[in-house]
């Protein structure tokens, strides 16, 4: 059998393999696109608020910020179904799921930053207490636990060890395998 026929795993050969792939990644994608386009969304509308002209400097800064990772995160986290449509039907799904893994990871961590610069900003303009980078420290741990740790724990002890001799993932090693 050649090298692009080959089985493995499930029994299925390359093509089908990233075939299964993309539809679990889009699936994936879905999730996260819905929560960082309310996000994204709600953000564009606070500049024109009128308590945002009385926000101090600082906040005013992380409001920017946040602004700019939220416009990042959407765009990393829309580029795979762009990806999709410029190279569908070219033959190069297998690399196509690979890009478009990396793109979601990425997507993800802009999100995890969106998520948490806005967090900081409301629960500063909220309390004005000293307690909120230390709050706001606590759900990035949490989300970092629930996003990565969990997930890198899961695979590591329970992989079996003929997978693990599988080439690189999607996004090319541990934290970035476009499949369960």
């Not at 009128?50 to 600082?58: D, E, I, P, T």
């Not at 802009?110 to 606590?138: C, D, E, F, K, N």
Request: one cysteine or more; charged letters at 20%.
């Amino acid at each position: 059998m050649t090298e692009d026929g080959r089985r493995r795993g499930r029994n299925e050969t390359e093509e089908e393999r990233a075939d299964r792939m993309w539809v679990e990644l889009i699936q994936e994608v879905r999730v996260a696109q819905t929560g960082v386009q309310i996000l994204f969304g709600f953000l564009l509308t606070v500049v024109f608020q009128q308590k945002y002209a009385q926000l101090a400097a600082a906040d005013q800064a992380i409001y920017i910020g946040t602004v700019v990772l939220g416009a990042c995160a959407t765009g990393a986290l829309v580029g795979p179904v762009s990806l999709h449509r410029l190279v569908s039907g070219r033959r190069v799904k297998p690399q196509a799921v690979r890009l478009a893994s990396r793109m979601t990871f990425a997507g993800l961590v802009l999100l995890l930053m969106t998520m948490a610069s806005a967090l900081l900003l409301i629960l500063r303009v909220a309390t004005h207490s000293g307690y909120v980078p230390y709050l706001v420290a606590a759900v990035v741990v949490w989300y970092l636990v629930c996003w990565y740790g969990l997930p890198l724990w899961a695979r590591r002890h329970h992989t079996r060890p003929e997978d693990r001799a599988e080439p690189p993932g999607p996004a090319g090693g541990a934290a970035g395998q476009g499949h369960a």
